[in-house]
Nanobody, 124 residues
Framework: QVQLVESGGGLVQAGGSLRLSCAAS????????MGWFRQAPGKEREFVGG????????AYADSVKGRFTISRENAKITVYLQMNSLKPEDTAVYYC?????????????????WGQGTQVTVSS
């Protein structure tokens, strides 16, 4: 069982930065692949990025490539989402997710555990 708690969301102006954190509980966190998803009002939840258990493999949605970076510290059982050059269209609730497997998947159904989400609002 893995429990996830996101933090770091807030209100930022366009062009600004935020770093989201996802703290996990569970002794097997280091073997889980982690993903970040987001959901804007009236839209479906979408994949933002993911990182495999070792941190050696990452994947990003085209909309955030070059602006967002995912990293993890297994010793701190935490995964991060550094978001730079934020745009108003990045406004959404951001969710951390975990799956027991070695591959980063973009489908939300592939993930077994989810956090409660943290709101990110980017003003123009």
């Amino acid at each position: 069982q893995v429990q996830l708690v996101e933090s770091g969301g807030g209100l930022v102006q366009a062009g600004g930065s935020l770093r989201l954190s996802c703290a996990a509980s569970g002794r097997t966190f280091s073997t889980y692949t982690m993903g970040w998803f987001r959901q804007a009002p009236g839209k479906e939840r979408e994949f933002v990025g993911g990182i495999n258990w070792s941190g050696g493999s990452t994947a990003y949605a085209d909309s955030v490539k070059g602006r967002f970076t995912i990293s993890r510290e297994n010793a701190k059982i935490t995964v991060y989402l550094q978001m730079n050059s934020l745009k108003p269209e990045d406004t959404a609730v951001y969710y951390c997710a975990a799956r027991n497997g070695a591959t980063v998947y973009t489908l939300s159904s592939a993930y077994d555990y989810w956090g409660q989400g943290t709101q990110v609002t980017v003003s123009s």
